[in-house]
């Protein structure tokens, strides 16, 4: 059974670039949310989609977006990159109802 | 707004020497309290969930403990294996999709 899967592993771009990362949920799993973790702190919460929905939404701007596919799957979009958006990208995948989350081994981004 | 807030912010043991980790919380009715722990560059690893003040649970030489206000993650004997940064999350009973607010982290590093 894979757990949750992302891609890239590493990304580097350039400031004012676009990028997309994604991810694949847990075998079952029906919600995913997507965090970034600054290096040496906790993850912070970006946005989490079910049903194809933009269901909650963190204090990140709307450079920041995203979208879930009938398959579960999921991306993540950042424009107009900034050289504070470099992290490691997280994501979490769930079942509706349950709240035990499952991460994903990230997508580092570093912005030059 | 909830809040967590991890002491200390590092920590040196020698192998064998037992220790424990704070992780002080306010939220506005607590779902659940998650442990997880994180290795350099990887994703989050789940260790524990607890639901109610005086809830305990073990898992090989590590043992999560729940108050009204905060929790203990404490560490039995450990090996350089458990050296890792040790994240703790809470989620609200409000919190539309269930998402995590984490503190940010204990650093553990275990010297043989």
């Known amino acids: 059974d894979a757990g949750v899967t992302q891609s890239p592993t590493h990304l580097i771009k350039t400031r004012g670039q676009q990028v997309t990362l994604r991810c694949s949920p847990k075998s079952g799993h029906d919600t995913v949310s997507w965090y970034q973790q600054a290096l040496g702190q906790g993850p912070q919460f970006i946005f989490q989609y079910y049903e194809e929905e933009e269901r909650q939404r963190g204090n990140f701007p709307d450079r920041f977006s995203g979208h879930q596919f009938p398959n579960y799957s999921s991306e993540l979009n950042v424009n107009a990159l900034l050289l504070g958006d470099s992290a490691l990208y997280l994501c979490?995948?769930?079942?509706?109802?349950?709240?035990?989350?499952?991460f994903g081994q990230g997508t580092r981004l570093t912005v030059v | 707004e909830d809040q967590v807030t991890q002491s200390p912010e590092a920590l040196r043991l020698q192998e064998g020497e037992s220790s424990s980790l704070n992780c002080s919380y306010t939220v506005s009715g607590l779902r659940g309290l998650f442990w997880y722990r994180q290795d350099p560059g990887k994703g989050p690893e789940f260790l524990f969930t607890?639901?109610?003040a005086g809830e305990e649970k073990e898992k090989e030489r590590l043992k999560a403990t729940l108050t009204k206000k905060e929790s203990f993650l404490h560490i039995t004997a450990p090996k350089p294996e458990d050296s890792a940064t040790y994240l703790c999350?809470?989620?609200?009973?409000?919190?539309?999709?269930?998402?995590?607010?984490f503190g940010g982290g204990t650093r553990v590093l275990v010297k043989p």
């Open positions: 999350a809470v989620q609200a009973i409000k919190a539309a999709g269930n998402k995590l607010t």
């Open positions: 607890l639901y109610s």
């Open positions: 979490a995948s769930s079942l509706e109802g349950r709240g035990l989350f499952f």
